[in-house]
């Protein structure tokens, strides 16, 4: 809640700061919309996208139609924006992660531009992150050893001029997990 305690605040200011507060709460989604039902919905989606409806209602308690409903409505709000198959990465040979962390002198539109067409080309870099302090970007890969780095190092500082990259080799995943945690707090 805003309160104005300024007596000398004209109602023109306060109709602007009505409208600029309008503007920060738009970027916000409406909690409201999403109450311990579409909590339960979700933990069981995050757990498991291929329930069918009826497992889905029977977990959550709730009639088929209405879940059916309510998985709709997340998925047309952008809540849900998707449904995939987690795969075992080593099992399929890519058992090394690695943290790629890089600092870049340049970070005109135009290099952005090039950086993020050369990492979106790279199936193997699997997050991407712009940071905060003193690395500019830090990337996620998941490949088979070193030197498969090694070949997506050579990759991708021939696209893109980059000051400095680095990396560390996740020697022990602790925890890795998808899900989004649904409490309020």
């Not at 300024?6 to 602007?16: G, I, K, L, P, R």
């Not at 998707?82 to 399929?92: H, N």
């Not at 531009?113 to 830090?138: H, Q, S």
Request: net charge negative; proline share 3%; charged share 30%.
């Amino acid at each position: 809640m805003i309160l104005c305690t300024h007596s000398h605040v004209s109602a023109e200011n306060m109709s602007q700061i009505s409208i600029d507060f309008q503007e920060f709460w738009d970027d916000y989604p409406d909690m409201s919309l999403i109450d311990e039902i579409d909590r339960r919905i979700l933990g069981e989606l995050q757990r498991d996208a291929t329930l069918s409806a009826d497992q889905l209602s029977e977990r959550v308690n709730l009639s088929r139609n209405a879940c059916w409903r309510r998985v709709r409505r997340l998925e047309d709000d952008g809540i849900i924006s998707g449904r995939v198959a987690l795969v075992d990465a080593e099992k399929l040979g890519l058992g090394l992660s690695v943290m790629i962390l890089i600092r870049t002198k340049n970070h005109d539109p135009e290099w952005l531009d090039g950086f993020r067409k050369a990492v979106a080309a790279m199936p193997e870099i699997t997050g991407v992150y712009r940071m905060t302090g003193d690395l500019d970007y830090v990337l996620r890969a998941r490949i088979a050893d070193v030197k498969a780095y090694d070949r997506l190092y050579q990759r991708l500082i021939a696209k893109v001029p980059l000051a400095d990259v680095s990396a560390s080799f996740v020697m022990e995943e602790i925890k890795d997990t998808t899900v989004v945690p649904l409490e309020i707090r």
